[in-house]
């Protein structure tokens, strides 16, 4: 284990400015015999048709959840097929953990990978410090390193996930397979049966070797040819009419915006994040942001139907570039067969109580101890020497990329801030801040009506975000970055500290 260097995030800074086509993984392009599995005619892929696989659980008792989570390239069955991927534990996704507010888990990480990484628990309300949520570290290959995570008693309930965080090599290693959900369990919703589906994409070689990119895929932001639930391709979800299940949906892909939407079912918001409605709402859709997540509430009504993205317009990295990819298009994610005779156990339209802890109580009434500008920045940074740089762009924020070594934002613990966020880019980008959750209070001038708490928010391409943030309990340095994960590894990422 190694604090990140500015030496190193030079290198990577001048990695980005060679335009280099293939990613930093260095993943082996040989080797992984390809073996695609029978497939029925007009499938996309492999997995199609076959029934919706969820990753293997781990559950914490007595208060405690202990893992031994090993990182490393090696033979997966994604999409239906063999593939060379980089795994934890040799699944895609990995494993789900489920815990409790106020327990502990105990990670040992084993780095069996050819680069260095590093573990993020995303959405914990967790210290930021030592062998906690820390994103500063750097595990190199063949360390192992112990990590704890001590959750408060008044931990939000919710859906999170982990991953990844060494800068630098975020999206290759996201992108690969590296990426898991973690529940925070509460016991209030009465359904048939609860489904974690972990969203990602990816892109494959014909030998089944993750696929490098191009520096323009790495300015857009890469998206995967594969869209996958779970590591399937169209994978099938069966239910009996008047089933009521509840689906834990996290966006782990590494660029790509979801607007999820289910036709012909009734779909019921529970929540965003870690951030509760006060009751389940209904909704036509759902817009997911890279690294957000939902849960949600299915009513099953007998028929067919498909599980989709309807797509979501999150600009180009470059006003008036034609990049010729379709960012963030329409896809079919899974289908969906509800048959047989109606379930006597469901009680589709209960009363659902709420869930139990929401993040915060609203900030809106409280004090402001500051308020903060914060603006994301693509290009016009001459004079930076190519840090952070890309063919010419240069990626971060207030004319500055990352630099592991300066603190860019000073905040008070227990304090409460309001930050507007700024984009005048062309393109969207996810406001990740770590450790503490934000209040989303105003989208480009029109105010929120009802509490809307985030840990990713997505800034509009020549609009603006306001948040307040109360700096709660936890002392320490930790970093908000772009979670369209290419930009954040390029430099668009800074540093927060927070002390008395
Ligand atoms: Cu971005």
Redesign the pocket.
């Known amino acids: 284990m190694e604090p990140l260097t500015r030496r190193q995030v030079l290198q990577i800074g001048a990695l980005g400015g060679l335009g280099v086509v293939v990613g930093g993984t260095g993943l082996a392009r040989v080797g992984a015999p390809w073996t695609p599995r029978r497939t029925a005619p007009g499938s996309v892929a492999g997995s199609a048709g076959q029934e919706l696989v969820e990753p293997e659980v781990l559950r914490s008792t007595d208060g405690r959840l202990r893992v031994r989570l090993v990182a490393q390239e090696q033979d997966v069955v994604v999409a239906g097929r063999r593939a060379r991927v980089l795994a934890y534990n040799g699944s895609v996704p990995g494993q789900t953990w489920r815990v409790g507010p106020g327990d502990r888990i105990d990670v040992r990480l084993e780095n069996r990978l050819e680069t260095p990484t590093n573990l993020h628990t995303h959405g914990l309300h967790v210290s930021p410090q030592g062998s906690s949520d820390n994103a500063l570290l750097s595990i190199g290959p063949g360390e192992t390193f112990d990590y704890t995570f001590e959750l408060p008693r008044d931990h939000p309930t919710g859906v999170f996930w982990y991953h990844p965080h060494r800068h630098g090599y975020v999206a290759d290693q996201v992108f690969a397979g590296m990426y898991g959900a973690m529940v925070v369990e509460d016991d209030d919703v009465d359904v048939a049966r609860e489904r974690v589906l972990v969203v990602s994409d990816i892109s494959l070689t014909p030998d089944g070797a993750v696929r490098g990119i191009t520096p323009q895929e790495r300015m857009a ?1 890469r998206e995967g040819d594969l869209v996958l639930v779970n590591g399937q391709v169209r994978p099938e979800i069966s239910a009996r009419p008047g089933e009521q299940e509840r689906w834990r949906v996290v966006n782990a892909c590494t660029s790509r915006y979801l607007r999820l939407a289910l036709p012909g079912q009734q779909l019921r918001l529970l929540g965003i994040d870690s951030g509760h409605e006060a009751a389940p709402r209904e909704v036509d859709d759902v817009v997911l942001a890279p690294g957000n997540r939902a849960d949600l509430l299915v009513a099953m009504s007998p028929g067919t139907g498909e599980l989709r993205t309807l797509g979501y317009d999150r600009g180009e990295a470059m006003m008036g570039m034609m990049s010729g990819q379709d960012l963030s298009g329409p896809r079919t994610l899974a289908t969906v067969t509800v048959t047989g005779a109606a379930a006597d156990a469901a009680r589709p339209g209960d009363p659902v109580r709420p869930a139990r802890q929401d993040a915060e109580p609203d900030l809106r009434p409280s004090r402001v101890d500051a308020h903060r500008e914060i603006t ?1 920045t693509m290009g016009g940074m001459g004079g930076m020497g190519g840090m952070g740089g890309m063919g010419g762009m240069a ?1 971060g924020f207030d004319d500055r990329a990352f630099d592991p070594e300066r603190i860019d934002q000073r905040v008070v613990t227990d304090s409460v801030e309001e930050w507007t966020i700024r984009n005048p880019t062309p ?1 969207n ?2 406001f990740h801040l770590h450790v503490w959750p934000m209040q989303l209070t105003a989208v480009n001038g029109t105010t929120l009506t009802d509490p809307t708490w985030r840990d990713v928010v997505d800034v509009p391409a020549g609009g603006h975000v306001v948040v307040r943030i109360r700096f709660a309990t936890f002392p320490g340095t930790t970093v908000y970055h ?1 979670h ?1 994960l290419d ?1 954040e590894d390029v430099g ?1 990422m800074g540093i927060v500290a927070a002390a008395n």
């Open positions: 932001g994301f990626f393109m980008h996810p772009c369209i930009h668009m």
